[in-house]
């Protein structure tokens, strides 16, 4: 089991079946929502269970996905599609940053890449690199979540 909260520990997390990879996504949207690049670890709602929800701000953010955060300190704590809300096998992308133990995990793709800015760069631990348009194309994620012309425009 895996456990995370956010700074003030209002907001806190556990989780059952957690992937031991993260997906880094340098898209505008997540560098504004975290200050940086995001690292999220893609967990299943099954076993995901969250305490101190009514801490918990949301909004949408995109056509498909919401993001929250702390009405406490700030810090945000996921992000979710709401295009398959209520359906079986949902999942949550949790920042790798309000894990307790934050070790142990290994980026498995780089996403928005041709958006990353020059200042910063992760080193290669074998990830795979996806621009904005290959992910749009050819990742499931974004074609099943429908239109991203709201995230185009921004
Ligand atoms: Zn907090
Ligand atoms: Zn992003």
């Known amino acids: 089991m895996k456990t995370g909260r956010c700074l003030c520990g209002a907001v806190r997390f556990e989780a059952d079946a957690v992937p031991d990879t993260f997906i880094i996504c340098h898209c505008e949207m997540c560098r504004r929502w975290q200050g940086s690049a995001v690292?999220?670890?893609?967990?299943?709602?099954?076993?995901?269970?969250?305490?101190?929800?009514?801490?918990v701000a949301e909004r949408q953010t995109t056509s498909w996905a919401k993001r929250a955060w702390c009405r406490d300190c700030g810090t945000g704590v996921y992000l979710k599609s709401t295009l398959d809300e209520g359906k079986d096998g949902e999942a949550t992308e949790i920042p790798l940053g309000i894990f307790d133990d934050a070790s142990g995990f290994r980026p498995s793709d780089e996403i928005w890449i041709d958006h990353k800015p020059d200042s910063y760069a992760f080193v290669d631990m074998g990830q795979a690199l996806h621009t904005r348009a290959e992910c749009i194309?050819?990742?499931?994620?974004?074609?099943?979540?429908?239109?991203?012309?709201?995230?185009?425009?921004r």
């Open 39 to 55: 690292l999220g670890v893609v967990v299943p709602d099954e076993g995901l269970r969250w305490s101190g929800t009514e801490r």
């Open 137 to 153: 194309e050819t990742m499931p994620y974004f074609t099943t979540y429908g239109s991203l012309e709201q995230e185009r425009e």
